[in-house]
């Protein structure tokens, strides 16, 4: 929680002067465990998810967290799917109670990484103090990635083509598609950005499909499969768009699994769509949700962070 503030730098000081008074300190054995299970939730993550995507970012995010860099873990993976940065914060806490009861310390400073291994071993050779750093190092790692691994992330953030189950209300217009928020003025596209088609937001995405976002009907599908529009029981008219020019693509990317007038409940597979593809065509990948007849409402209000689960409350509409 303190790297999230910054915080942790005040205690670089207090490390320094530790190592230069008393010749080792005490603090920073204490941190390794922090640091490691980053890297093993992380790595559950990478196991457990089947989003190509988040997979590469989990991977080369436990492997910068080895070497001590943990903000890609944090900010990018963990934080966000929520469970594994809570399991993690309990493993380290388990694995910084061990080392600081076994008396660990370094004898030289540097900041907490896999090398603080060989920075904990005492002048006079190894002994206890080592073995036990090294355990309690190993369980906050092993602790977090085993309960990542098993129950770290919700059905809907694993990947996959299933549909997912959503309680949606009236006014919830849910996130199509997991990835990171992007305000609609953002959107490298004159005409949506402008609101000139409605208002609404745009999701950079980072799995490879849309589900619907509310219990409804298909209104339109373009041929091309790129974008599709969406009629919710009560009434908002919502169009998703998938990727800016992607029309140009003559729907090579992009494949339908409804057709117009097509019944859905939130959750229901709509599209599926190759980033591959999309990506190396040139094509920005940032999809817009515009509310097409945006005029009948009196406020339509963005209820979600900088990034998004697929299935999440993303906006709330409201006539009155």
């Given at each position: 929680m303190?790297v999230i503030?910054?915080?942790h730098?005040g205690?670089?000081p207090?490390?320094?002067n530790?190592?230069?008074v008393l010749?080792q300190?005490?603090?920073?054995?204490?941190?390794?465990?922090?640091?490691?299970?980053?890297?093993g939730?992380?790595?559950?993550?990478?196991?457990?998810t089947?989003?190509p995507?988040?997979k590469?970012?989990?991977?080369?995010?436990?492997?910068a967290?080895?070497?001590?860099?943990t903000?890609?873990?944090?900010?990018?993976?963990?934080?966000?799917?929520r469970r594994?940065f809570?399991?993690g914060?309990?493993?380290g806490?388990?694995?910084g109670a061990i080392?600081g009861?076994?008396?660990?310390h370094?004898y030289?400073f540097?900041?907490?990484?896999?090398?603080?291994?060989?920075?904990?071993?005492?002048?006079?050779g190894?002994?206890?103090?080592l073995?036990?750093g090294?355990?309690?190092?190993?369980v906050?790692m092993?602790?977090s990635f085993?309960?990542?691994l098993?129950?770290?992330?919700?059905?809907?953030?694993?990947?996959?083509?299933?549909?997912?189950?959503?309680?949606?209300g009236?006014?919830?217009?849910f996130?199509p598609?997991?990835?990171?928020v992007?305000?609609?003025?953002?959107v490298?596209?004159?005409t949506?950005a402008?609101?000139l088609?409605?208002?609404?937001?745009?999701?950079?995405p980072s799995?490879t499909?849309?589900?619907?976002?509310?219990?409804?009907e298909?209104?339109?599908?373009?041929?091309?499969?790129?974008?599709?529009?969406?009629?919710s029981e009560s009434?908002?008219e919502?169009l998703?768009?998938v990727g800016?020019?992607?029309?140009?693509?003559?729907?090579e990317p992009?494949?339908?699994?409804?057709?117009?007038g097509?019944k859905v409940?939130?959750?229901?597979l709509?599209l599926e769509?190759?980033?591959k593809?999309?990506?190396?065509a040139?094509?920005?990948l940032?999809?817009?949700?515009?509310?097409?007849?945006?005029d009948?409402?009196?406020?339509i209000?963005?209820?979600?962070?900088t990034?998004v689960?697929a299935g999440?409350?993303?906006?709330?509409?409201?006539?009155?």
């Amino acid at each position: 929680m303190c790297v999230i503030f910054g915080l942790h730098w005040g205690l670089v000081p207090l490390m320094i002067n530790n190592l230069s008074v008393l010749g080792q300190d005490s603090m920073v054995p204490m941190l390794l465990p922090a640091v490691m299970w980053q890297v093993g939730a992380a790595f559950g993550v990478f196991l457990r998810t089947r989003d190509p995507r988040q997979k590469v970012l989990a991977g080369s995010s436990a492997t910068a967290g080895i070497f001590g860099i943990t903000e890609p873990a944090v900010y990018g993976v963990n934080l966000p799917l929520r469970r594994p940065f809570i399991f993690g914060c309990v493993a380290g806490a388990v694995g910084g109670a061990i080392v600081g009861f076994s008396n660990s310390h370094v004898y030289s400073f540097g900041f907490a990484n896999i090398f603080t291994l060989a920075q904990m071993i005492p002048p006079g050779g190894v002994d206890a103090t080592l073995w036990c750093g090294i355990l309690g190092t190993l369980v906050a790692m092993v602790l977090s990635f085993i309960l990542t691994l098993v129950a770290g992330m919700p059905a809907r953030a694993v990947g996959g083509s299933q549909a997912v189950n959503i309680d949606v209300g009236e006014k919830d217009i849910f996130a199509p598609m997991s990835g990171t928020v992007l305000a609609l003025d953002q959107v490298p596209d004159r005409t949506f950005a402008s609101g000139l088609l409605g208002e609404g937001i745009a999701i950079i995405p980072s799995g490879t499909t849309v589900i619907a976002p509310f219990d409804g009907e298909v209104a339109s599908l373009f041929q091309t499969g790129h974008a599709v529009g969406l009629l919710s029981e009560s009434g908002v008219e919502l169009l998703i768009h998938v990727g800016i020019d992607t029309v140009k693509l003559n729907g090579e990317p992009f494949t339908a699994h409804v057709k117009v007038g097509d019944k859905v409940r939130a959750g229901d597979l709509l599209l599926e769509f190759d980033r591959k593809t999309i990506l190396a065509a040139g094509f920005d990948l940032a999809t817009p949700i515009i509310i097409s007849n945006s005029d009948n409402y009196h406020a339509i209000t963005s209820v979600a962070s900088t990034s998004v689960e697929a299935g999440m409350p993303l906006l709330t509409v409201n006539r009155d």
